[in-house]
């Protein structure tokens, strides 16, 4: 047993990226909705415990503001290699560590299972360095491993620099490291430039071998886990990979996926049992959704909240908060701020932002609520609108328990409709309604007091 207490990490993350061909920091690039660099220290954060060390360079400022605090920066600033990278780290953990796990921030598919297996080699073995090696992953650019003839690593040859030979072998280093740290941190000062001119971490392999020093190395037990990303190409393979991964474990864990090739899942969703997804469906951000929920055809629902047992057909959900029991759609967008309370009906080509539905309402037909509170047991009627912008503000319009706004009603906020109270269809009101009232007319006017069950003339 690995006591992660003895363990250290540190993630080098100072590159730009450049086959990246982006503005952005490559590790910040996301992966199934959640940046590479995220990935990889959550999993660091599982395997080996939270003294982390991010070294930074290149776009340090983007990449601090994104990850946030939680980790102990240091900066690269130059990008004269991974073993310059990783000198970089010396200061904040010399002495605070036994073992230092060493990772690089565009490898999204490993998985702490995997780094712990790392962990327990190096521990068991008594090497100096322990290599997370593959013979799954495509070869394309990485560092192929050299054995000698009973099999012991020898050295890492970097595809730049290597031979023919070389390059035939199979066997690659995935990136992934364990150091014991009092040899670590003086060898790095041994590195001497390779022939590109960049300090080689790969190279403390032959350092430590000519030391006549023990190097380990475990072998990956997934043909991706420890696949990198050094263009869009291969960003485009991991997203592939990491949401067939996510898929599966939706499905192990009672959710059900009519059409996985269809079905679109972020890293940090959580779906409830007996949930089923329907095709052409994208689950994005921190979206959590609810047991027993119906969610699709050709839905996209992005950081928000579902309830158990709701339903949403071909609709666009975002930032929005949906009690349990509620169904929207087909065709209706829920923008940030909308919150549904249980048993609302929203039907087609609706549109809530920034608004409160009360329990039990309902909005069918081609309706607008913006910046506005509604009651409970409501009824808006199709074609209802709250007139929200007059153009320099936002302005709210309340509408209170068991109102009935009739079909084309246009709600210039801000204004209120009062309990219990009536508006004609097509009524423009553009002063409060006191509860138990009927308005009609453009604009509006209050014409009598209506009695709940008893009341008179069409609306
Ligand atoms: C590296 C390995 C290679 C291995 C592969 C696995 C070296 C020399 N090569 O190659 O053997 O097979 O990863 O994916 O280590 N970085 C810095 N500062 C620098 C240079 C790089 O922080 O000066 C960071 C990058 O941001 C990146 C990581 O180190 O996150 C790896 O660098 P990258 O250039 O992608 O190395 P590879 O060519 O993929
Ligand atoms: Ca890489």
């Known amino acids: 047993m690995t006591r992660t207490s003895q363990w250290a990490t540190v993630v080098l993350a100072a590159g730009q990226g450049k086959r990246m ?62 073993g310059h990278a990783l000198m970089q780290a010396e200061q904040a953990l010399a002495g605070q560590a036994a073992h230092v796990l060493v990772l690089y921030g565009d490898t999204p598919l490993i998985q702490a299972g995997t780094l712990k297996r790392l962990m327990a080699q190096h521990e068991d073995s008594g090497a100096v360095m322990t290599l997370l090696t ?22 890492i040859v970097e595809e730049a620099e290597a031979d023919e030979a070389q390059r035939a072998i199979r066997e690659i280093n995935g990136g992934m490291y364990g150091f014991r740290a009092d040899w670590l941190w003086p060898a790095l000062h041994r590195l001497t430039p390779s022939r590109s001119g960049e300090l080689y971490l790969t190279d403390l392999v032959a350092l430590a071998v000519r030391d006549g020093l023990p ?12 696949f990198g990303v050094n263009n869009r190409v291969q960003l485009a393979q991991a997203e592939r990979a990491m949401r067939e991964r996510i898929l599966t474990r939706w499905m192990l864990a009672g959710v059900t996926l009519v059409d996985p090739q269809s079905t679109y899942i972020d890293a940090e969703v959580s779906i409830g049992q007996d949930t089923t997804i ?39 959900l975002e930032e929005a908060e949906l009690a349990s029991h509620v169904d929207v759609g087909p065709f209706s967008h829920l923008r940030p701020g909308a919150v549904i309370e249980q048993e609302v009906h929203i039907g087609n080509f609706a549109e809530v932002k920034a608004s409160r539905l009360g329990r039990g309402t309902k909005m069918g037909h081609f309706s607008y609520m913006g910046d506005a509170t509604v009651g409970k ?29 009739g079909c084309d009603t246009m709600l210039v906020a801000p ?14 009101v553009t002063k409060d309604v006191p509860s138990d009232s009927l308005a009609v007319g453009m604009p509006a006017r209050v014409r009598r007091r209506v009695v709940k069950g008893k009341q008179e003339g069409g609306v």
């Open 278 to 316: 329907l095709p052409n469906t994208i689950l994005q951000g921190r979206t959590a959704i609810g047991l027993r929920c119906q969610i699709g055809p050709n839905s996209i629902v992005q950081d928000s909240s579902i309830g158990d047992d709701c339903k949403v057909v071909a609709s666009v």
């Open 21 to 82: 061909q982006s503005s952005l920091p490559k590790v910040l690039h996301p992966v199934c909705g959640k940046e590479m660099a995220r990935h990889v220290l959550d999993a660091a954060r599982d395997a080996a415990g939270r003294r982390i060390v991010l070294v930074v360079g290149q776009g340090a400022e983007a990449v601090r503001e994104r990850l946030g605090v939680g980790f102990q920066y240091v900066a690269q600033t130059r990008q004269l290699g991974t």
């Open 415 to 428: 204004v209120k409709v009062g309990d219990r109270s009536v508006t004609g269809a097509g009524a423009v």
């Open 377 to 405: 047991n409501v009824n808006i009627a199709a074609g209802t609108i709250t007139c929200n912008f007059d153009g320099v503000n936002k302005n709210p319009t309340e509408i209170g328990d068991d109102a009935f706004i």
């Open 215 to 226: 190097v380990s190395s475990v072998a990956s037990s997934e043909e991706l886990e420890i």
């Open 134 to 155: 593959s013979n799954l992953t495509p070869t394309a650019g990485l560092g192929r491993i050299e054995r000698d003839g009973v099999g012991r690593v020898t050295r």
